[in-house]
């Protein structure tokens, strides 16, 4: 976790500092959470522990794995933790399940550790994201399955599975601390929409003939607006951006109108919309002509292949994926220049994203099975 700047590793200070801002905001319940004070779910049943991460795709797959767990096992009392709450990710995807405790989870520490096996005595740990917690490792005397998880600090007793995400993470981990490794995946290939209605180019009018989608970061924004201003492409089509990150912070500059801030009126040939809610990240990859990645992330890399345009890179990923890279704006208007004007080469590209995708797709699907098989061997 490198600096442990939540406070959720074994470092003292962090996590002492981590717990007195909890206290100083009122959040008393997160700061009981991290010093181990968790009740388990009341009922019967034998409790599995999904110990989520901190970022939006930890907790998206600590929910995944609630609900496939809860649909797997109805015996099974369920505690899925996590280190930042994200409530919209439970509002979109979390259903109400009987016997399951869902809330902030523990550090690290030792003697959190040990408070925390004894109220929860669980008969198996699924590890979401993060990094593996060394202590809960040593101490815990009960199967563990460690998900797209950065191996502990020091050497612990080998996970029961591994599933690493792709395979530059699978090469961080020791060969012996896993007992098997699931084929590389990543589950964010399960999370984005894989059909999409084209209902984006029909929304923005008839008078705009073409829709792109560019991504990156907001210091790649102004060279990007530069070479597409200066195209003349605004004169009959609009140019979709989205902000590589967690999080857009203030948005992009002289995109002229935010998609959260739309009415659904037409717009008008030229228009800069920028893509600062996720949930468009679909309609894009389904309407856009072309899509390039200047600095791909996980969900935009998997939604831009599902939608069958042609995806093209601004740096290489960890997955394997069929798309050219392309460095500077110029080159990638110029290789835009040639889709539009060969159908037949960007339905060809677009095809290849999309296969790309459904390959990626099948083998997570078949490590969540792999994976819920252990949990009914639990």
Sequence with gaps: MGLDVRGYG???FPVWRATWRDYRRGDGSRARARRGFLTPPEDRGRLIWIKAGGSPEDVRLGIEFLGAVRDKRHDVRIVLTFEQDYPEL??????PFRKVGVGYGPCDRPRVVRRVLQRFQPHGILLAGGQAPANLLQAAETP????NTAPPVRTVPPVVRYWPVDTGAAATWPENAYAEALVPADPQARFVEAQADVVLRSLVGGEVERLW?????KDQWPAWRAAWEASGWGR???LLASQHGETDDGGLAAADLAVSQWDRSALAPGTILHLDDRRWFAAAASAAHAVHLATPDRQALWQGLAGGAAVSLGETTAAAVPCPLLGEPGAVLEAWQGLRDDPAARRQQGDAARRRFWDERRQVDANFDAVLQQVWDW
């Excluded at 439970?90 to 259903?95: A, G, K, N, V």
């Excluded at 563990?144 to 998900?147: F, G, K, L, Y």
């Excluded at 989608?213 to 970061?217: A, L, P």
């Design 213 to 217: 989608w560019w991504h990156g970061t």
């Design 90 to 95: 439970f509002e979109r995807h979390m259903q």
């Design 144 to 147: 563990v399955i460690a998900v």
């Design 10 to 12: 074994d470092r003292p």
């Design 236 to 238: 009959t089509d609009i």
